[in-house]
């Protein structure tokens, strides 16, 4: 499947693919453990790399969140609420575009769109904008496997992967907070 994906990536074709529902649910599955594998590999070597160099950008917009909502508004605001506007924003007109070409720039658009956005979970560059594209790329690869949702099995699935790949990222640090355990 992954090497399915990467060829979509070289050359998106706008494709539904038509399966039964029980392979929906293991076409979504397997999207779901690559989307959340590379999310927190990225998410590793952003780490290091900001470790290694000591590099500091600030409070991370999920440190707010923690600090200033309470568990079940962010459950709400990770879960529910970012994955059905982001994806009516980003991924539901992919659909739109018929056209080969047309629709290739529109996926690359809402991927690096999708990506740019999340740049705002950054306090602060200070200078740093050669980090940009490591910083995002959690979100980039993630509005890969999004985009290839969609295009292949439709806009509710990309909305559930969504959501489903925030409530697994999101999830352990909520009960965290929950049970009082602190997390750091």
Do not use: C
Not at 109 to 116: A, D, E, M, R, W
Not at 122 to 150: C, H, K, M, N
């Amino acid at each position: 499947m992954l090497n399915e994906v990467w060829e979509f990536l070289k050359h998106p074709v706008n494709q539904r693919l038509v399966l039964e529902k029980r392979e929906q649910y293991s076409f979504f599955f397997r999207l779901l453990v690559f989307t959340v594998f590379f999310s927190v590999a990225f998410g590793l070597l952003i780490g290091g790399v900001s470790e290694a160099f000591k590099l500091d950008f600030g409070k991370h917009a999920v440190d707010e969140l923690l600090e200033t909502y309470t568990p079940s508004l962010i459950f709400v605001l990770a879960v529910v609420v970012a994955p059905i506007i982001e994806e009516l924003f980003f991924r539901a007109p992919l659909t739109v575009f018929k056209h080969p070409i047309r629709f290739k720039y529109a996926f690359y658009t809402s991927v690096i769109l999708f990506g740019g956005l999340h740049i705002s979970n950054f306090e602060a560059l200070d200078g740093q904008f050669w980090a940009i594209p490591l910083l995002v790329s959690p979100q980039l690869s993630a509005g890969v496997f999004l985009g290839y949702t969609r295009t292949k099995l439709g806009l509710f699935w990309s909305i559930l992967l969504h959501a489903a790949h925030n409530l697994i990222l999101v999830g352990p640090v909520l009960i965290f907070l929950i049970l009082d355990i602190p997390v750091e």
